[in-house]
Nanobody, 121 residues
């Protein structure tokens, strides 16, 4: 059974930093594209950052230069380093794992339970 367990959320002042972690079990971690999404109250869930099995990364424009996604395949863990946090970054952050086959079809799509990030003075 696949599990994605996030940690590292919390309350931080504007300009502060947090590092989110997502530990994966029950899956062949190395073949999955991992990503972080966020969902603020009243808004749709949106992509924050993603990292492929070959470690290519992509970011939402709003976090470029402030957030960094990385993965440690030996620990089956993906991280999101969040610097210079802003009140508008306040949201629940979800870890996601996707695997597509050679045709590009989505075969597996897993989600964590989410971790709250609140940026406020």
């Amino acid at each position: 059974q696949v599990q994605l367990v996030e940690s590292g959320g919390g309350l931080v002042q504007p300009g502060g930093s947090l590092r989110l972690s997502c530990a994966a079990t029950g899956m062949i971690f190395t073949i999955y594209t991992m990503a972080w999404y966020c969902q603020a109250p009243g808004k749709e869930r949106e992509l924050v950052a993603g990292i492929t099995s070959s470690r290519s990364t992509n970011y939402a424009d709003s976090v470029k230069g402030r957030f960094t996604i990385s993965r440690d395949n030996a620990k089956n863990t993906v991280y999101l380093q969040m610097n210079n946090l802003k009140p508008e970054d306040t949201a629940v952050y979800y870890c996601n794992a996707k695997f597509r086959n050679a045709k590009g079809e989505l075969v597996h799509d897993y989600w964590g339970q989410g971790t709250q990030v609140t940026v406020s003075s």
